[in-house]
């Protein structure tokens, strides 16, 4: 089956495991604006004095990995029992990740390791990879990645290639993976791959493969538009043999697992999508108006005060429908095919505010003194992965009864 049918594959409501990841609900908005104003001055002291050397340098320290993790800032909606603190999944799927937004870390790699990748392991691992595994995701000593996109597989998942074999009490992979964040640094790796004597239309199985196991080559690093600080790469496997208990869930059920968490993948990018809008209307707002020309400040021309206008309904209207969806997930609904709704305009709605606060700077706005050059140029990702846009609406209409 290929990807965007099994996209709208139904799913039984908000399945059991989503609602463990949720974690506690109990908690209050005060709470977590005390966790908010925590994580605020960790990432003022933190990151955002160390952005540009990070981003002239294309990589964040480990060590940042470890203070995360020893202030309890990675995976923390993770259960007690795997190291992390048990709290509800906004913690980190909003606040740590509009934060770091907020605070100029776009590309620390965080939010996939806590919110996208790890969830894996947590729902489908067996529990002697959960018990090893899952508490060093919280401290930092293990990063994590997911590699699903193959230089011939991208929105199609479905024509993936790379390969595991049975052989005795392991398998044996070979294939290769492109545009993996984490990808050169990762300890755990999430492989999507095709076992050959899986049920017909069963094929893609989930492999984790620990990041030191011989026959993992990270072949490049990958020079990109923009997110310089974070690592996306292209992966080897050249006979990568690992455990056969590395295998998540069960064998061919990848696709399903995938379609699975779509909702919590697609909510952290639209929650990157939102926080970066805003912080692009805020730098476009505040140099409209002290920027003057003509006499008076470029957000006083009629045209420019328009423009404005238009830019505030789109970051008003993305964050009421985004709130609602949050709501939603921690109240247990099934948002799938909301999320990709959010995704889709979002992932637009980001980049024509990220356009049009550029060209309120005029030429000021090119240069990388202004924070709105790095901004435009980091918000041009977001309506391409977890899924492009074109296949968010492939995924809507279906869900409408389009045969497309
Ligand atoms: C910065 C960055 C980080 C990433 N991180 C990861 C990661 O950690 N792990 C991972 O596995 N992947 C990752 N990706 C890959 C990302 O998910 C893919 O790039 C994305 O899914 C699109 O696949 P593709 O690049 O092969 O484009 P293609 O699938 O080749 O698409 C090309 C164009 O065709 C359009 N298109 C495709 N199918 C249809 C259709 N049926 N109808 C109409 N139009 C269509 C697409 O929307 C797009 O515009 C990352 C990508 C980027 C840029």
Not at 89 to 105: H, K, P
Request: hydrophobic residues 40%; aromatic residues 8%; neutral net charge.
């Amino acid at each position: 089956m290929r990807q965007a049918e099994l996209a709208v594959a139904p799913i039984a409501g908000n399945t059991a495991y989503q609602r463990e990841e949720v974690g506690s609900l109990s908690v209050s908005d005060q709470e977590l604006d005390d966790f908010r104003k925590v994580f605020r001055k960790f990432v003022a002291r933190e990151i955002t004095p160390h952005v540009e050397e990070w981003e002239h340098n294309r990589a964040v320290p480990r060590e940042l990995w470890r203070k995360m993790g020893a202030q309890g800032f990675l995976c923390p909606w993770l259960p007690e029992e795997y190291g992390g603190l048990g709290v509800d999944i906004r913690y980190s799927l909003v606040v740590i990740n509009e934060e770091l937004i907020r605070g100029d870390g776009f590309g620390v790699g965080v939010p996939l390791h806590s919110d996208v990748a790890t969830p894996y392991l947590y729902s489908y691992g067996t529990e002697e990879l959960k018990q090893r595994l899952l508490p060093k995701t919280c401290t930092g000593e293990a990063i994590c990645a997911i590699a699903l996109t193959e230089p011939d597989a991208g929105s199609d998942l479905a024509s993936l290639r790379t390969k595991a074999v049975r052989d005795g009490d392991h398998y044996i992979i070979n294939g290769s993976k492109t545009f993996i964040t984490n990808g050169m640094v990762a300890d755990i790796i999430i492989v999507a791959c095709k076992i050959p004597d899986a049920m017909p239309g069963k094929s893609i199985s989930l492999i984790v493969v620990e990041g030191d196991t011989p026959g993992l080559v990270r072949s490049r690093k990958l020079e990109k538009m923009g997110y310089h600080m974070q690592d996306t790469a292209e992966l080897a496997f050249q006979d990568v043999r690992v455990p056969a208990s590395n295998l998540l869930g069960e064998k061919g059920m990848g696709f399903k697992y995938m379609m699975e968490k779509l909702a919590r993948e697609r909510l952290e990018v639209a929650v990157k999508c939102q926080a970066m809008a805003e912080e692009c209307f805020k730098e476009g707002l505040k140099y409209a108006q002290v920027r003057e020309v003509f006499g008076k400040p470029v957000a006083n021309h009629q045209y420019n005060a328009f423009k404005i206008a238009e830019m505030a309904i789109d970051v008003e209207m993305g964050r009421t429908f985004l709130n609602s969806l949050v709501d939603g997930f921690v109240r247990g609904e099934n948002i799938n095919t909301k999320v990709s709704m959010a995704k889709a305009f979002l992932g637009e709605m980001v980049n024509r505010v990220a356009y049009q606060a550029l060209q309120l700077h005029g030429g000021y706005g090119y240069m990388e003194e202004y924070r709105i050059c790095r901004l435009f140029r980091d918000a041009r990702s977001l309506s391409i992965f977890a899924g492009t846009t074109e296949i968010m609406k492939l995924i809507i209409a279906r869900s409408l009864g389009i045969t497309v």
